[in-house]
């Protein structure tokens, strides 16, 4: 029975079809179920609801807000047919290998620049690995090369370290070069 | 962001609060490398506790060695870690001479080499000392990755130095209190001390998790020659194993560079090539085997005759030709098809006239298909293997497969011959009715043959079972001379045919040969076998009949 109505979620038809998805600021967005389902969560719910889901009355997500989801439905246009990404990492220096990016995708990071950090929440809780990961990215690429007053100034933080603690970081550390 | 501090803060006082905010942050630092990570953990206290916390997942900072070894000059003990790079082909005395900052020293250990044995002794009874300055230089060895851990035993002349220096490296993994993935010795040169040497590998193994390991072995060819296992039986064996014989520069006296300089190339290729032996013997899984020879000289020397540098080279090939034969008899008689290596690379990283080398390499074994090779400075020369001969191996291998367990179970050799000769021989021999034999696809046969029938018997190569013995209990008929069999069996079939069709399939040729080689000198052989063939007749009167009317 499961299987079945699996089944006939997963058909193109069904793709073309629209849903409503509600966020948290009540904002309504009519989108095709096939962009939508690039978001493993939404993609979760329209499969358990299975037969009876009832496209009209919307799917809410209560965890994010009506911009970001604006801007998060754009990538899902874009990436609606995309393989999915693969995490590697390097086996000895554990590092993140990083992924190369099209010139749709830098623009678009461009675009949202200041709205990173959300990106990132919204692609978790939505559960879209492409956009998490390269949004991930996107701030590694900020901080990296950076001192630690530019992060702080960059990110507003506030230096509530001491310079005792700071000598004692910098002494364990001890080729931390800053 | 700044709702990622707070967060963080939160995390810290109650724990397990929210994680979606730390898994973006770790996420995120993974993408880093090891010094931006400790930079980070500057930036305030939430950073700093995070990271402290999670450092034992992020990535590590990469260091290029680390190196055990005596002070140039002086008698001091030292542990050095190079940040950038490690010269390993140079004469290391005079790098750390000329160049020490470009290696930070860990521990110093003064006079090392001067004290007498006793009074280290006493040392060691309480434990290694290691100033305690150094201990958080090495427990910050904990978050970082060295591409090398050197030992450099080439200076010690007791025993107990050995000894002590291997103590002194396990103490020193102790401190940093993470296994160290490759490692590399350097070997003195005094015979009895090496012996020594070699019986400390296994304690200096435990603290080694190597995937790799590389050896300098100039003196420790006979250790290894006796006993190959010494390479395999440490707790972790590594699965890259670089043996290499470094001869020394200084050993060339310029007043007979050639006498010397014989001496130690060829010795040195001989002994690699035993050793080869002594490792495909052991039949250990190692997946590939390389060859890597320098032969180094000083290049202004004016004085180097050519016509005698010419003959070292043909020696120098000979014994190149011997080790590319053994390797390549055996991977086909000890590794399965899916082993079996696409390429058999060979640098010679000295320019030189290596074509009448590669040639003859060409000319024994036809089947090796030439391509992309340099001529001049022959680097990284690829033989790409091509024939259908590999193809009916791994169908061979494929059904032996699933006929081993059967194989093995069944004690009458009659019935185990009878199963061998009706399920693997004909994926074996396929084709080969059409196909002509020649001696080294023989060869191959058999030795596919023998190593199914060396699995079936469960004896290894290193037991020194003779090849007829194993024959004579499995009872198995020989590849070989079952297609020279078919071969025979068809063409009488197609001899005793009434009708006048032809056979359904025609033969297709000789042994596939490369284009490359055709142009070169086969030029005969290839018209001979592509010339159509002609049906004149089944019985001796109607093939005069046929001829006549055609």
Partial sequence: ?178 | MKELDQHCNLFFSIPALNDVQIDIFRDILKFLDGPSIENCSLVSRSWENFIRIYRKIMPLRKIYALVIHQEYDTDNLVVRIFHKTYPRNIKRKSYFYYSTDAAEELVKIHNFYKTPEKKMKMNKKSSIHIPEDNHVKISALKNCIFDQIVLDFSKFSQIWQVNYSVDLFGKLVEICGQKIKTIRLDDGKSDNLIAYASSLYPKIFNYVDADRLDKNMLKEVNSIVSNPNCLFTIPNPPTHIELSCEEHVDYIFFNHPFEIMEINRFGGLIDLIKIFDCLIQSQSDVSRYSLQFTPRYTSDDTDIDISHFHLDQSLFHQDLDTFCEKVLLAFESTSEPGNLPPQIKINISDGGNYDQFLQRLFDRSGNLDKKRIKHKNAKGVKFQRSDQIIGRRSAAWLSFKNLQDVLKEVQDPKTRAHLFNSTVLPALNYGSETLTLRNSDAKKLQTTQRAMERKVLGVRLIDKVKSDEIRTQTMFKDAAQDARKRKLRWAGHIARRQDNTGPREQPSGGPTISSDLLDDHHTDGDEKWNKPLVQTGTTLPEIEKNTEGG
């Fill in chain 1, 1 to 178: 029975m499961a299987t079945e109505s699996a089944n006939g979620v997963s058909s193109p038809e069904l793709n073309e079809r629209d849903v409503v998805i509600t966020t948290n600021d009540n904002r309504n967005f009519t989108v095709k179920i096939g962009v939508a389902r690039v978001s493993k969560t939404i993609n979760n719910m329209i499969q358990d609801l299975g037969e009876s889901l009832d496209l009209s009355s919307g799917i809410p997500l209560p965890n994010v807000d009506g911009p970001i989801f604006e801007k998060v439905l754009e990538w899902c246009e874009e990436h609606k047919n995309a393989p999915e990404i693969k995490v590697e990492q390097d086996p000895h220096t554990r590092e993140r290998k990083w992924f190369t990016m099209t010139e749709w995708e830098e623009e678009y990071f461009r675009k949202f620049l200041s709205h990173l950090w959300d990106l990132a929440m919204a692609a978790n809780y939505l559960e879209i690995p492409s956009l998490y990961y390269y949004t991930c990215q996107k701030l590694a690429e900020r901080i990296k090369g950076r001192t630690p007053e530019q992060i702080r100034e960059m990110f507003g933080i506030e230096d509530d370290l001491t310079e005792e603690e700071k000598a004692e970081i910098r002494r364990t550390n001890v080729w931390c070069t800053y």
